[in-house]
Protein backbone atom coordinates (compact mmCIF):
# COMPACT_ATOMS: atom_id res chain seq x y z
CA UNK A 1 0.00 0.00 0.00
CA UNK A 2 0.84 3.40 0.08
CA UNK A 3 1.80 5.95 2.71
CA UNK A 4 -0.35 6.05 5.89
CA UNK A 5 -0.59 2.24 6.64
CA UNK A 6 1.99 1.59 9.30
CA UNK A 7 5.05 -0.25 7.23
CA UNK A 8 7.75 2.93 9.00
CA UNK A 9 6.56 1.75 12.28
CA UNK A 10 6.44 -1.92 12.51
CA UNK A 11 9.76 -1.87 9.75
CA UNK A 12 11.52 0.24 13.09
CA UNK A 13 9.75 -1.73 15.28
CA UNK A 14 11.05 -5.30 14.26
CA UNK A 15 14.97 -3.42 13.62
CA UNK A 16 14.65 -2.58 16.99
CA UNK A 17 14.14 -5.88 17.84
CA UNK A 18 16.75 -7.67 15.79
CA UNK A 19 19.12 -5.61 17.54
CA UNK A 20 18.43 -6.40 20.89
CA UNK A 21 18.64 -9.95 20.22
CA UNK A 22 22.96 -8.86 19.64
CA UNK A 23 22.31 -8.78 15.60
CA UNK A 24 23.75 -6.06 13.38
CA UNK A 25 21.01 -5.15 11.42
CA UNK A 26 20.70 -1.74 9.44
CA UNK A 27 17.13 -0.61 7.90
CA UNK A 28 17.16 0.10 4.35
CA UNK A 29 14.51 2.58 2.15
CA UNK A 30 14.08 4.91 -0.37
CA UNK A 31 14.46 8.12 1.03
CA UNK A 32 11.64 10.09 0.07
CA UNK A 33 11.84 13.59 0.13
CA UNK A 34 15.41 13.90 0.26
CA UNK A 35 17.41 15.75 -2.70
CA UNK A 36 19.33 12.23 -3.69
CA UNK A 37 16.75 9.74 -3.26
CA UNK A 38 18.27 8.14 -6.13
CA UNK A 39 21.57 8.20 -4.91
CA UNK A 40 22.55 5.26 -1.87
CA UNK A 41 22.85 7.59 1.32
CA UNK A 42 24.25 6.29 4.74
CA UNK A 43 22.33 8.20 7.33
CA UNK A 44 23.66 6.74 10.18
CA UNK A 45 26.09 3.97 11.10
CA UNK A 46 23.70 3.69 14.63
CA UNK A 47 26.15 5.83 16.65
CA UNK A 48 25.43 9.11 15.17
CA UNK A 49 23.07 11.01 12.36
CA UNK A 50 25.72 11.00 8.75
CA UNK A 51 23.03 13.19 6.82
CA UNK A 52 20.38 16.10 6.72
CA UNK A 53 16.82 16.02 6.37
CA UNK A 54 17.61 18.02 3.13
CA UNK A 55 19.82 14.88 1.62
CA UNK A 56 18.05 12.03 3.20
CA UNK A 57 14.38 13.11 3.60
CA UNK A 58 12.47 13.55 6.27
CA UNK A 59 11.29 9.82 6.82
CA UNK A 60 14.84 8.39 6.81
CA UNK A 61 16.06 11.09 9.62
CA UNK A 62 13.54 10.39 11.94
CA UNK A 63 13.78 6.68 11.45
CA UNK A 64 17.63 7.21 12.28
CA UNK A 65 17.31 9.42 15.08
CA UNK A 66 14.78 6.37 16.30
CA UNK A 67 17.48 3.73 15.51
CA UNK A 68 20.37 5.83 17.27
CA UNK A 69 22.35 3.65 19.27
CA UNK A 70 20.65 0.03 17.68
CA UNK A 71 21.24 0.21 13.90
CA UNK A 72 22.51 1.71 11.22
CA UNK A 73 20.10 3.60 8.25
CA UNK A 74 20.72 3.78 4.67
CA UNK A 75 18.92 4.93 1.83
CA UNK A 76 18.58 4.69 -1.93
CA UNK A 77 16.12 4.04 -5.22
CA UNK A 78 18.44 1.17 -5.56
CA UNK A 79 17.41 -0.95 -3.18
CA UNK A 80 19.96 -3.68 -4.13
CA UNK A 81 22.68 -1.11 -3.77
CA UNK A 82 21.22 -0.04 -0.59
CA UNK A 83 21.64 -2.94 1.16
CA UNK A 84 25.44 -4.03 -0.48
CA UNK A 85 26.35 -1.06 1.36
CA UNK A 86 24.46 -1.44 4.38
CA UNK A 87 26.41 -5.03 4.25
CA UNK A 88 29.72 -3.68 3.40
CA UNK A 89 30.07 -0.54 5.20
CA UNK A 90 27.93 -0.37 8.23
CA UNK A 91 28.55 -4.34 8.39
CA UNK A 92 24.58 -5.05 8.56
CA UNK A 93 24.06 -9.24 8.53
CA UNK A 94 20.67 -8.31 8.39
CA UNK A 95 18.55 -5.86 6.57
CA UNK A 96 15.12 -5.17 7.05
CA UNK A 97 13.62 -3.42 4.31
CA UNK A 98 10.95 -0.89 4.36
CA UNK A 99 8.35 0.07 1.67
CA UNK A 100 10.20 -2.55 -0.43
CA UNK A 101 7.80 -5.66 -1.32
CA UNK A 102 8.00 -4.74 -4.51
CA UNK A 103 11.59 -4.46 -5.01
CA UNK A 104 11.65 -8.02 -5.88
CA UNK A 105 15.92 -7.75 -7.59
CA UNK A 106 16.47 -7.97 -3.81
CA UNK A 107 16.39 -11.67 -2.77
CA UNK A 108 14.52 -11.59 0.54
CA UNK A 109 14.06 -14.47 3.38
CA UNK A 110 11.16 -13.32 5.00
CA UNK A 111 8.43 -11.06 3.18
CA UNK A 112 5.67 -9.45 5.33
CA UNK A 113 2.82 -7.77 3.98
CA UNK A 114 0.70 -4.81 5.77
CA UNK A 115 -2.75 -5.40 4.44
CA UNK A 116 -5.49 -2.77 3.69
CA UNK A 117 -7.84 -2.10 6.84
CA UNK A 118 -11.34 -1.31 6.64
CA UNK A 119 -11.15 2.81 6.00
CA UNK A 120 -9.25 1.63 2.92
CA UNK A 121 -11.78 -0.81 1.91
CA UNK A 122 -14.58 1.66 2.60
CA UNK A 123 -12.98 4.48 0.41
CA UNK A 124 -12.44 2.26 -2.84
CA UNK A 125 -8.92 2.52 -2.29
CA UNK A 126 -7.92 -1.14 -3.20
CA UNK A 127 -6.83 -0.21 -6.85
CA UNK A 128 -3.63 -0.26 -7.99
CA UNK A 129 -1.62 3.85 -7.87
CA UNK A 130 -3.21 6.06 -9.27
CA UNK A 131 -6.83 5.08 -9.05
CA UNK A 132 -6.41 3.54 -5.01
CA UNK A 133 -3.94 2.98 -2.52
CA UNK A 134 -2.86 -0.08 -3.48
CA UNK A 135 1.56 -0.47 -5.00
CA UNK A 136 0.68 -3.28 -6.79
CA UNK A 137 -2.36 -5.32 -7.76
CA UNK A 138 -4.21 -6.83 -5.29
CA UNK A 139 -2.89 -10.68 -5.93
CA UNK A 140 0.31 -9.48 -5.86
CA UNK A 141 -0.64 -10.03 -2.00
CA UNK A 142 0.70 -13.57 -2.87
CA UNK A 143 4.06 -13.86 -2.75
CA UNK A 144 4.46 -12.49 1.29
CA UNK A 145 5.17 -14.84 3.91
CA UNK A 146 3.27 -13.28 6.81
CA UNK A 147 0.28 -10.98 6.88
CA UNK A 148 -0.30 -8.07 9.03
CA UNK A 149 -3.67 -6.71 9.67
CA UNK A 150 -4.15 -3.66 12.34
CA UNK A 151 -6.71 -3.81 14.71
CA UNK A 152 -9.40 -3.64 14.96
CA UNK A 153 -10.25 -4.09 11.60
CA UNK A 154 -8.17 -7.47 11.41
CA UNK A 155 -9.93 -9.83 8.43
CA UNK A 156 -12.00 -6.83 7.26
CA UNK A 157 -10.84 -7.30 3.81
CA UNK A 158 -10.95 -10.86 2.24
CA UNK A 159 -7.52 -12.06 1.39
CA UNK A 160 -6.74 -12.58 -2.05
CA UNK A 161 -8.08 -15.62 -4.21
CA UNK A 162 -6.46 -18.32 -4.67
CA UNK A 163 -5.35 -18.34 -1.03
CA UNK A 164 -1.73 -17.55 -1.55
CA UNK A 165 -0.82 -19.18 1.92
CA UNK A 166 -1.75 -22.56 1.23
CA UNK A 167 1.04 -25.84 0.91
CA UNK A 168 4.61 -24.64 0.46
CA UNK A 169 4.53 -21.62 2.52
CA UNK A 170 6.63 -21.95 5.61
CA UNK A 171 4.08 -20.66 7.88
CA UNK A 172 1.07 -21.40 8.80
CA UNK A 173 -1.89 -20.18 6.37
CA UNK A 174 -4.55 -18.92 9.03
CA UNK A 175 -2.09 -17.11 11.38
CA UNK A 176 -2.43 -13.62 10.78
CA UNK A 177 -0.62 -10.96 12.59
CA UNK A 178 -2.34 -8.46 14.42
CA UNK A 179 -1.17 -5.27 15.53
CA UNK A 180 -2.33 -1.72 16.67
CA UNK A 181 -1.53 1.56 17.20
CA UNK A 182 -2.26 3.50 20.18
CA UNK A 183 -1.32 7.38 21.35
CA UNK A 184 2.04 6.74 22.85
CA UNK A 185 3.71 9.91 24.54
CA UNK A 186 4.58 13.35 23.93
CA UNK A 187 7.90 14.98 23.78
CA UNK A 188 9.80 18.29 23.20
CA UNK A 189 10.54 19.34 19.64
CA UNK A 190 13.91 18.20 20.10
CA UNK A 191 13.93 15.15 22.12
CA UNK A 192 14.00 14.92 25.49
CA UNK A 193 12.18 13.00 28.49
CA UNK A 194 8.39 11.84 27.27
CA UNK A 195 5.56 14.34 28.32
CA UNK A 196 1.99 12.92 29.97
CA UNK A 197 -0.51 13.02 27.23
CA UNK A 198 -2.59 14.56 29.39
CA UNK A 199 -0.94 17.03 28.88
CA UNK A 200 -3.10 18.12 25.93
CA UNK A 201 -6.39 17.45 27.88
CA UNK A 202 -8.84 20.50 27.32
CA UNK A 203 -5.91 22.58 25.49
CA UNK A 204 -6.14 24.35 22.16
CA UNK A 205 -4.13 23.29 20.04
CA UNK A 206 -2.80 23.73 16.30
CA UNK A 207 -1.36 20.63 13.83
CA UNK A 208 0.92 20.29 11.74
CA UNK A 209 1.25 17.25 10.15
CA UNK A 210 2.81 16.51 6.37
CA UNK A 211 2.34 13.25 6.06
CA UNK A 212 -0.62 10.40 3.97
CA UNK A 213 -3.09 10.32 6.38
CA UNK A 214 -3.55 13.85 8.40
CA UNK A 215 -7.10 12.53 9.62
CA UNK A 216 -5.51 9.47 11.44
CA UNK A 217 -3.23 11.81 13.27
CA UNK A 218 -5.77 14.42 13.97
CA UNK A 219 -8.21 11.62 15.01
CA UNK A 220 -5.44 10.15 17.91
CA UNK A 221 -5.03 13.52 19.15
CA UNK A 222 -8.63 14.32 19.79
CA UNK A 223 -8.48 11.25 21.59
CA UNK A 224 -6.68 12.38 24.33
CA UNK A 225 -9.15 15.18 25.17
CA UNK A 226 -7.41 18.07 23.13
CA UNK A 227 -9.01 20.69 20.77
CA UNK A 228 -7.48 21.20 17.81
CA UNK A 229 -8.32 24.90 16.57
CA UNK A 230 -5.76 25.25 13.38
CA UNK A 231 -4.33 23.24 11.26
CA UNK A 232 -1.52 23.10 8.59
CA UNK A 233 -2.08 19.93 6.26
CA UNK A 234 0.91 19.52 3.38
CA UNK A 235 0.94 16.79 0.87
CA UNK A 236 3.63 13.38 2.34
CA UNK A 237 7.27 15.04 2.99
CA UNK A 238 6.54 18.27 1.91
CA UNK A 239 9.54 20.72 3.25
CA UNK A 240 8.18 24.05 5.33
CA UNK A 241 9.27 27.19 4.77
CA UNK A 242 9.62 30.10 7.05
CA UNK A 243 7.18 32.26 5.49
CA UNK A 244 4.12 29.51 5.08
CA UNK A 245 5.00 28.31 9.18
CA UNK A 246 4.72 32.34 10.90
CA UNK A 247 1.53 32.79 8.81
CA UNK A 248 0.82 29.37 10.06
CA UNK A 249 1.68 30.17 13.72
CA UNK A 250 0.00 33.73 13.40
CA UNK A 251 -3.43 32.63 12.30
CA UNK A 252 -3.23 29.56 14.98
CA UNK A 253 -2.43 32.09 17.93
CA UNK A 254 -5.34 34.22 16.78
CA UNK A 255 -7.95 31.16 17.15
CA UNK A 256 -6.13 30.51 20.86
CA UNK A 257 -3.89 27.78 20.50
CA UNK A 258 -1.70 27.50 23.26
CA UNK A 259 0.77 25.30 21.87
CA UNK A 260 1.67 23.19 18.10
CA UNK A 261 1.78 19.68 18.08
CA UNK A 262 3.27 17.73 15.07
CA UNK A 263 4.13 13.93 13.81
CA UNK A 264 7.49 12.33 14.01
CA UNK A 265 8.09 12.82 10.55
CA UNK A 266 7.47 16.55 10.76
CA UNK A 267 9.24 17.16 13.78
CA UNK A 268 12.65 16.71 12.12
CA UNK A 269 11.70 19.71 9.27
CA UNK A 270 10.02 21.80 11.85
CA UNK A 271 13.44 21.89 14.16
CA UNK A 272 15.68 24.14 12.52
CA UNK A 273 12.60 26.98 11.58
CA UNK A 274 10.67 27.17 15.02
CA UNK A 275 13.27 29.22 17.11
CA UNK A 276 13.54 31.48 13.67
CA UNK A 277 9.62 32.46 13.46
CA UNK A 278 7.88 35.36 15.10
CA UNK A 279 5.20 33.80 17.23
CA UNK A 280 6.40 31.50 19.98
CA UNK A 281 4.38 28.66 20.55
CA UNK A 282 5.36 25.65 22.48
CA UNK A 283 5.61 22.78 20.08
CA UNK A 284 5.49 18.67 20.93
CA UNK A 285 6.12 15.86 19.09
CA UNK A 286 2.98 13.02 19.02
CA UNK A 287 4.65 9.42 19.02
CA UNK A 288 1.93 6.49 18.55
CA UNK A 289 2.76 3.26 20.41
CA UNK A 290 2.84 -0.06 18.43
CA UNK A 291 1.73 -2.82 20.12
CA UNK A 292 1.49 -6.98 18.65
CA UNK A 293 -1.44 -9.27 19.68
CA UNK A 294 0.05 -11.96 21.92
CA UNK A 295 -1.42 -15.09 20.77
CA UNK A 296 -1.29 -14.36 16.54
CA UNK A 297 2.53 -12.40 16.64
CA UNK A 298 4.21 -15.57 17.92
CA UNK A 299 4.54 -16.80 14.77
CA UNK A 300 6.25 -13.46 13.81
CA UNK A 301 8.88 -13.81 16.04
CA UNK A 302 9.53 -17.09 15.27
CA UNK A 303 10.03 -16.70 11.30
CA UNK A 304 12.34 -13.57 12.74
CA UNK A 305 14.02 -16.07 15.42
CA UNK A 306 14.70 -17.78 12.02
CA UNK A 307 16.04 -15.28 10.00
CA UNK A 308 18.17 -13.96 12.71
CA UNK A 309 20.10 -18.07 12.68
CA UNK A 310 20.80 -17.74 9.25
CA UNK A 311 22.60 -14.59 9.66
CA UNK A 312 24.97 -16.71 11.64
CA UNK A 313 25.77 -19.21 9.19
Known amino acids: MAGGSGKTPIALDLTRRIATRGHNVALVSRGYGGAGDRKVRIVSKGD ?3 SSVAEAGDEAIASAQALLGAAAVVVGSDRVAAAMTARDLTGARIVVLDDGF ?3 RLARDLDLVVMPNADTESRGDLAPLPAGRMREPWAAAARADL ?3 AEPEKRSVS ?3 PNPWA ?3 PFDPDADVAFAFSPGCLRPLRGGEAIDIDTLRNEPVALVAAIAR ?3 FEQD ?3 LGANPVARLWKGDHHFYDRGELDSFLRRAQQRGARGVVATTKDAVKLAPLIDTTAVKLRCLVFERKLTWDEHSSAILWTAIERVCAMAKQ
Do not use: D
Open 48 to 50: RIL
Open 102 to 104: QHR
Open 147 to 149: RLF
Open 159 to 161: PPT
Open 167 to 169: AGR
Open 214 to 216: PES
Open 221 to 223: IRS
